[in-house]
């Protein structure tokens, strides 16, 4: 494929100058791209323009230290080449970062080492709020980090429980080069449920179906998504769970819904 045929079928879908997208891809699924990772950013600036935003997680594991500015990103060659372009800004977070281009891009990743890892007011809560879609290519809901958000929108009590290798202090190296000590309070909870939230926008008449190149895609509005995420987790706070017994954070967090530890009143901030 082309940029221009990228182009193309980035607007059959909807995408148009001046939108707010998050963005999750995976490259081989579009099949060949004549410039490869480059030209599906290209495809993504050209048709929002300056005036949209467009961010995509950059996400690592943890290790001792973090540099935001060098650390590689393990959510994909999009991603990881997005994050080094010129007027690309990446949040502060030393597993959690996002990587966002646009108008309001600073206001999207500032102070992201004050808030949690996909928490209220996260960059991509604050993405959410600005109105943006989730597009998803080649990829489903069990890829789209923002229904974390949701979790931390409930207050769910799982969230106090860490996944291995999480719950150690990270140096994070800034970009002007002054470090400091990340310690971690909040943990997502695991994604392979998160088809249900998927199905629950179907439902709701709030996704948009179709292809780039030989990519499924599927758009919704974060704020949908959001929506139905909360909405599900009001009635059964474990749904969003994987229900494998050998996965030990998420029989911990089972375990903590299942004794009814939870907020009764939640934070609903959307």
Same mark, same amino acid.
């Given at each position: ?37 480059? *030209? ?46 010129p007027g690309v ?25 004050? *808030? ?11 993405m959410a709020k600005?109105g943006a879609r ?15 958000? *949701? ?31 990340? @310690? ?24 948009? @179906? ?61």
């Amino acid at each position: 494929m082309t940029r221009d045929q990228l182009m193309a079928d980035l607007r059959r879908l909807g995408v148009s100058a001046g939108d707010a997208l998050i963005v999750h891809t995976s490259l081989k699924s579009i099949g060949w791209v004549d410039g490869g990772p480059d *030209a599906m950013i290209d495809a993504l600036q050209e048709v929002l323009t300056p005036r949209g935003n467009l961010a995509m997680p950059t996400f690592t594991p943890p290790a001792p230290a973090f540099i935001v500015s060098d650390t590689p990103c393990h959510t994909g060659l999009v991603p990881e080449t997005f994050r080094r372009r010129p007027g690309v800004l990446r949040s502060i977070h030393p597993t959690h970062s996002v990587a966002a281009w646009g108008g309001a891009a600073k206001e999207v990743t500032a102070g992201h080492e004050r *808030a949690t890892a996909l928490g209220v007011d996260s960059p991509l809560h604050r993405m959410a709020k600005l109105g943006a879609r989730v597009l998803m290519i080649g990829v489903d809901c069990t890829r789209c980090s923002l229904i974390h958000v *949701a979790e931390a929108i409930r207050r769910l009590p799982y969230l106090g429980v860490p996944y291995p290798g999480y719950d150690v202090p990270i140096v994070v190296e800034k970009v002007d080069g002054t470090t400091t000590v990340y @310690h971690e309070t909040e943990f997502p909870g695991d994604s392979s449920n998160f088809g249900i939230v998927e199905q629950e926008c179907e439902q709701r008449a709030q996704v948009i @179906h179709g292809r780039i190149g030989a990519a499924d895609c599927l758009m919704i509005r974060g704020r949908d998504l959001l929506d139905a995420a909360s909405d599900l987790l009001r009635r059964d706070p474990g749904c969003l769970l994987c229900r494998d017994p050998s996965c030990i954070p998420c029989s911990g967090s089972r375990r903590l819904v299942e004794s009814g530890a939870r907020d009764e009143e939640p934070d609903r901030t959307r």
